[in-house]
């Protein structure tokens, strides 16, 4: 979601109203009768959803879909009780049914530049680091986390469930999402919004689909073919949505194929409405809304946020479009059913949010919080077993990135003000991020950190601006350990995936002074390592959350075995990608208006060429070599893997032996690939099982491969088409290292879409 630049002042003139955060308004369902039918829970969904809205008057459905920007909200018919979040629908108590509050929730309950004063949450780390740990239980539990701390708030909607596949290394916006495969991304998305919605509040799944960059997000043409947008994109959400059952889909600002997401029948009613049978509703992006009747017509049932617009296309003009038979009245009933359905499924309607602010038990959110960071965190390289940090050591020093009082966190919607507060908070001077975005750290020193495991060290820091200054620190120090940052945000991608200001040459200095320097990045996504053949030891820590600073040490030092995996893959150089730079970003950045109006830039398309081969799989077709593959991570122990059976037939199942052969537990991340004998298709991940073993334990682990992922899509169907005939598996520690592998004849399945 973005905000113009009018929103710091008018969120700035409503501040007054933040403490209305604490003290929320009254409960309107708790005024409703007893006599009310669809109040009774025992009654299914459906018949609950049809009573209420028999009883409906059109004034009332059509409140019900749209929604407003309570910063920039003004004139007749606003809710009187709106604070400043993302969004409110106002209740309606006649009946019974809360207002819906809206907040942005990637990564937190967030408060982007603070208005709510005063307003803190518990900080994840981003979703890149959730995906990294391949753990779908640790996405549940941050959701349920996530959505304790948003009901404890008053709110019961939360915009959460990001799950656009990484396409390109550069975007924006890729922390926020799951990285770069859909079996991945989808099911730890579906377990996140399970774990949101446990709270009974409803979370979005979002920005469907194909908003794979931010650079003209407002104004691109994702182009790509039918059948590869289903076995890619779609199939991510199409899984998360099986997992996670969101009472509400939000659709996307670009457009696909020449539609834009909001008002894209095919995407809203052709598949999610009718190949999926989805029965909650289609809320817009805010700012997403381009129409009144296309819009209605071709799927989109609320407009959020309508003052970000540039016309409230749900309000009078969709009234006068069922007045004049524009639409018919038909519709406003079914966008209205598919509103109650989210919100009775998820039950929101039978456990409304309380009236006044809850007390939330940081400290325990925030164990949740690090250990999501630990287990995201992945060791990328550890030449001669330089880690982990012996705690022994005399003296250490900690160069760069601000880690001597935070870690760094992306920017955009999802910025979360967390427990402890922000010690570095830079504001944006210009940029189509700058009027809702500040570059921010959380504050979890890793310096601090460090020093209390390492107690009987002498631990420096050196902030790295001068390389030559950070060298002569670091000469002669039991290990030097530079922070590099590369900071991504919401609204603008990166132009270029090396580091920023001059790391790279601070890296090199530091690591021809000293040959025990560790790396540890805190990044938004892959970034280009120039130096890595001089370093011994490199840690991809992403955006580590308010506990990044303690998780980032304990790995150094051994407290956590390493034991995440990369969601996303890293490339040796930038020509590997699809594209070797951002499709429009010259055109964006040359625009005189680009800070304060992404819609005055000429529309221009992507051409997504390749396809459904996404991340991995690109590599794989076009024979390249990436600095690190999808999937990679080492560990402080060693695993083996052994006695492989394949069972084959009407499902694809694989079993073998995992074996600690270390000396540390620890937890691995076996892959299931998957790729025809036959044919050029690449290799695909259909499974994964995350194990957790102490030294010498050995367990038999079964992975059952997604069918949906060894098909292939057929248009002419419709629907996934799994070929008869023989298939090569490996299970491999990554997406370029096989261990075992086998081949399995496969009968012949024809899947819905």
Known sequence: MARPLAFVACAAAVAVQAREAETPVADASRAAPAAHPWSDASLPVAARVELLLAAMTRDEKLALVYGFFPPLAKGEGIPTDMIPSAGQVPA????????????????????????RKGDVATALPSGLAVAASFDPALA????????????????????????NLTRDPWGGRNFEYLGEDPLLAGTMAGESIRGVQSNHIVSTIKHYALNA??????VMDARIGEAALRESDLLAFRIAIERGQPGSVMCAYNSINGDFACENAFLLNTVLKGDWAY???????????HSTVKAARNGLDQQSGGELDTHSFFRED????????ALPASRLDDMVRRVLHGMFATGLMDAPVVRTAQPIDYAKNAEVAQRAAEAGIVLLKNEKGILPLAKSAKRIVVIGGHADVGVLSGGGSSQVRSVG??????????????????????ASSPLAAIRKLAAGARVEFVDGADPAAAAAAAKGADMAIVFATQWTTEAEDVETIALPDGQDALIDAVAAANPRTTVVLNTGGPVLMPWLARVPAVLAAWYPGQRGGEAVARVLFGEVNPSGRLPITFPAS?????????????????????GTDARAIRPFTVEYREGSDVGYRWYARQGQTPLFPFGHGL???????????VEGGAALKVRFDVVNRGKRAGSDVPQLYVTPAQGQRPLRLAGWERVTLQPGEKRRVTITAEPRIVADYDIAQPGFHLAGGTYRISVSRDAAQPVLTGQVELQERRLAP
């Open 140 to 163: 549940q539990e941050t959701g349920a986390m996530i959505g304790g701390e948003a009901r404890a708030k008053t709110f019961n909607v939360l915009l959460a469930g990001g799950i």
């Open 279 to 289: 029965p909650g509703w289609v809320m817009s992006d805010w700012g997403a809304v």
């Open 318 to 325: 969709l009234r006068k479009a069922f007045d004049e038979g």
């Open 92 to 115: 309606i108590p006649r009946l019974g049914i809360p207002a819906l509050r809206e907040s942005d929730a990637s990564l937190g309950v967030a408060n982007q530049v603070e208005q």
């Open 574 to 594: 930038i020509d590997q990608a699809p594209r070797p730079q951002v499709p429009g970003y010259d055109q964006v950045k040359a625009s005189p208006d680009r």
């Open 635 to 645: 560990s402080y122990t060693s695993f083996g893997y052994s006695n492989l059976t």
């Open 421 to 442: 507060g922000a010690p570095v908070e830079i504001p944006l001077k210009d940029g189509p991020a700058a009027s809702f975005v500040r570059r921010t750290w959380h």
């Open 213 to 218: 960059q931010e650079t003209g997000r407002f």
